[in-house]
């Protein structure tokens, strides 16, 4: 039946999706014996830990088809969330502040309580709550009395309040900039890292780093902090690439701050070793990170730290694999091109250079075409987006861009600035998580 001869398909079809998707997140959890799938839960659910595809597509499913089912049925409502939804950011910078997810770890409190531990005035810190409980962030479970769920537990990491704070307090200042930045003939079609919405709203000539290392050292810190708490699903991201064809090959880790993103794999695959190369400011956030949480590699010599500037010396010589994760994603493309051409010097023709980033994806589908271009396993099916309507790369695009005039890129672009380093991209490894890692290598002449 076509849409003109059934006006309700696209509805059908999301109904479709959603019944088929529900029903393997069902044989899941019963397979697996866990515990209800529910936000009043307060600890991760294991569907969420493991990597079997066929769940995280089903699961990947429901959530775009919430989305487009939202706008489709309460199209004013949907707007309005775009329009009202700074106060959304706000509440959770508050509760975030506040401690609020710490302060509720034993069980619900009232707001007078939560209110006399942090000072603050206690009915408008009810307002701020009760706003986030709209969006399953926190239970009002009595009058004036929260309580902690699935998703506000999530925050009492300090590395995740510190995400909260760098995008909220830090970047949405640029970002309320954007404007004056597009429309100013000094920074509308500048590339260069200190004409980025940024420079406005903070009033410096000073690049992002630059300016919070030397005037706002306490920003650097909770960059750095920030740096250690994306939440992603590890099974999954573990998958991404095959580490374990690697055996007992070195990484050096470039950029990589606290080793946030390779010392998980370190533990994953024995045999492997690392060196975390960064500013020198990042070492006692980094020994702290293995004491806290990585202790096993405490004096063994398997994970190490190594001062680095990627702008003025090449990383160690001769690993087997060098790694950048959110590294180029930091950087217009000058810039990136000197990160990525530092990493080449110090490769032999036996080294891989991993970028580990977002990559944007269309939202479009060719006219006739079922399924987006690229792998038809990793696409979303018809009729959500072809790229299943992937906010978190395009905010994170615009974040870039607000701080350092930098910016996401397709598949084309890095590998055209794989090819301005005097590297070949050889192969794209992708599966149903957020990020995507381009694979590299000397070029051949």
Known sequence: MSAESNPVRELEMLRDLVVSSIDVVKGAVLEHQDPPLTLHAVDEHPIHRRDEKN??????????????????????????????????QTSLLVACQADIPNLLAEGPGHIDELAAKTGLNAGVLA????????????????????????????????????????????CRPASCKVWDAMTSPEFKNATEPTKAPFNIAYD????????????????????????????????E???????????????????GAIGAATLP???AFPGLSL????QPSSKPVFDKNLIDNFSEFVDTGIASFAPLDFFKEAPVKGAQIYFL?????????????????SCASA????????????MVCPTYRAAGETQPRGDSQHDAPEPLLANWGDAPTSRLDLQVYSFINAKQRTRVEYERLAEQAGLESVQVWRNLGDLTIVECRLRRE
Not at 70 to 75: S, T
Not at 238 to 244: F, I, R, T
Not at 347 to 358: A, G, N, V, Y
Request: charged share 20%.
């Open 127 to 170: 307002r701020f709550l009760r706003n986030l409980c709209n969006s399953h962030i926190f239970e009002e479970v009595a009058p004036n009395t929260f309580a902690n769920n699935a998703l506000s537990v999530r925050y009492r990491s300090e590395a995740l309040r510190a995400i909260v704070g760098h995008c909220i307090d830090g």
């Open 275 to 278: 060196t975390v190369q960064d």
């Open 55 to 88: 769940v995280l597509y089903a699961l990947k499913s429901i959530a775009s088809a919430g989305q487009m089912l939202r706008a489709l049925c309460g199209p004013n409502t949907y707007l309005n969330d775009f329009t009202y939804g700074c106060h959304d």
């Open 265 to 267: 794999v370190l533990r």
């Open 347 to 358: 490769m032999t023709p036996e080294s891989k250079l991993l970028i580990c980033e977002h």
């Open 204 to 235: 410096t000539p000073l690049d992002y780093f630059k300016y919070t290392t030397t005037v706002r050292p306490e920003m650097a810190k909770r960059t750095q902090k920030a740096m250690g708490g994306k939440a992603f699903n590890l099974g």
């Open 325 to 341: 994760r959110h590294v180029i994603h930091d950087w217009p493309d000058v810039e990136a091109v000197q990160v990525l051409k």
């Open 237 to 255: 991201y573990l998958s991404l690439y095959p580490w374990a064809r690697e055996k007992d090959a070195h990484i050096v880790d470039v950029g």
